[in-house]
């Protein structure tokens, strides 16, 4: 189950594109309701990140590196010798932020497709912000096994705690290296009216 939890953000865009190409090929038309429904479209103006908004910025840059910590420890579950610590050590990670994470997605679905954002999931976001399918890139000259060996120690680092930073209204790119600041709590955005 927890694996399915890891995988499930990092995965379910290539499902999607996956599961339209087996029905194609296999010549299976049945539309299904994620096939009658249009894509979702950012709306107007808020494509990339809110740099004039900072309660969003805030969101959008915590939302990036939730996903890239998914990314990795998806990636690292391929790898026998780190499968096991990357499960434990994301379980734990998981349950302190889960609700957290839950709160960003879903103000982060509103912002960017309104009155459709409850049908927003994690693959229309990273779209959203462009953000990569594959930590590869990301690692630069930095190999899987180091970063895969690395990641149940940084797990547990301030940099991770998503509460913390968006209770505090601290900005993830900067919260190793600045101290930290005064700001105003980031207030959740309220549901969009129906």
């Not at 953000?9 to 499902?15: G, R």
């Not at 939302?63 to 990314?71: P, R, Y």
């Not at 998981?94 to 999931?121: C, M, N, S, W």
Request: hydrophobic share 45%; glycine share 6%; with cysteine.
């Amino acid at each position: 189950m927890l694996c399915m939890a890891l995988l499930a953000p990092a995965l379910a865009e290539d499902t999607s594109q996956t599961s339209a190409q087996t029905r194609a090929r296999t010549g299976d038309v049945t539309e299904t309701p994620a096939a009658t429904s249009p894509a979702l479209e950012v709306l107007p103006n808020r494509s990339g990140y809110a740099f004039d908004q900072p309660e969003i910025l805030i969101r959008q840059r915590l939302f990036g590196l939730a996903h890239g910590l998914s990314l990795l420890a998806a990636a690292c579950l391929d790898l026998p010798s780190h499968s096991q610590p990357i499960q434990d050590a994301y379980a734990v990670w998981h349950a302190k932020q889960g609700k957290t994470i839950e709160i960003i997605v879903h103000d982060l679905a509103q912002y960017y497709f309104g009155p459709r954002g409850a049908e927003a999931r994690w693959p229309d976001l990273s779209r959203a912000l462009n953000l990569g399918n594959s930590i590869e890139p990301a690692l630069g000259e930095i190999t899987l096994h180091a970063a895969c060996a690395s990641l149940p120690e940084a797990i547990v680092r301030p940099r991770y705690e998503l509460d913390r930073m968006l209770t505090e209204g601290i900005d993830p790119t900067v919260a190793e290296t600045a101290p930290p600041t005064a700001v105003a709590p980031a207030p959740t955005l309220a549901p969009a009216a129906e």
